[in-house]
């Protein structure tokens, strides 16, 4: 079976500090990875996905991630966050029959 | 333009009744997917379609049934809702089924009475 983790339900960074989200996940092989954002009101939309290969992938404004195989994890990264980054991120993972099994997310709050 | 068009946005049921969501992709993907969430649970896969074919089920209840009349098209039929339904449900696509990235439509917000 396959899981995510998601520890920390709620984060609240300065803007223009720096942010790590944290993933856990747990699947046997090597799974596809993937980091959504829903800003209020909205659906989902993809930010960055991992597939076998370059551990760290680059996502939209400016966010990327680490895959950590030893670790089993796949935490989002971003160098210095705006007020518009306030929103819900989910970790999800891919793996047997392509449904994305999510994480329960983490909120994201941006104080001035 | 909107790639992933759901309707409608939002829907207000009384129990027992039966409603229908809708969903069309203009992606030109072949594999769509419907996703539950509630406050009570995170985000959860129900179904997945490749090719108007249904390849999984995470369903338990036969109260909701996918219908693919298009193969741009998934709608969800739910049938003797229970306010336990309230929820928002998303449909997905993604270009095949089978590791490739999935895209989200805005959501159908349910409300059961």
């Known amino acids: 079976a396959q899981s995510v983790t998601q520890p920390d339900a709620r984060v609240t960074v300065s803007e223009g500090a720096s942010l790590q989200l944290r993933c856990k996940y747990s699947?046997?092989?090597?799974?596809?990875l993937f980091w959504y954002v829903q800003y209020p009101r909205q659906g989902l939309q993809l930010l960055l996905k991992y597939y076998p290969g370059d551990p760290v992938v680059q996502g939209v404004n400016g966010f990327e991630a680490e895959f950590s195989k030893s670790n089993s994890s796949f935490h989002l990264r971003k160098a210095s966050v705006h007020w518009s980054d306030w929103a819900v991120y989910f970790c999800?993972?891919?793996?047997?029959?392509?449904?994305?099994?999510f994480g329960a997310g983490t909120r994201l709050a941006v104080c001035p | 333009d909107p790639k992933i068009i759901q309707k409608p946005k939002y829907l207000v049921a009384v129990t027992g009744s039966e409603k229908i969501l809708i969903c069309e992709q203009y992606l030109g993907h072949n594999a769509m997917y419907w996703y539950r969430q509630s406050a009570k649970k995170p985000l959860e896969f129900m179904f997945s379609y490749s090719y108007q074919k249904l390849m999984d089920n995470q369903t338990a209840s036969s109260r909701f049934q996918p219908q693919s009349s298009k193969k741009n098209h998934l709608d969800l039929q739910i049938t003797a809702l229970k306010p336990d339904d309230s929820a928002t449900y998303f449909c997905?696509?993604?270009?095949?089924?089978?590791?490739?990235?999935?895209?989200f439509g805005p959501g159908t917000r349910l409300t059961v009475l």
């Open positions: 999800a993972i891919s793996g047997s029959f392509n449904k994305l099994t």
């Open positions: 699947y046997f092989g090597t799974p596809y």
């Open positions: 997905a696509s993604s270009q095949d089924w089978g590791g490739s990235e999935q895209f």
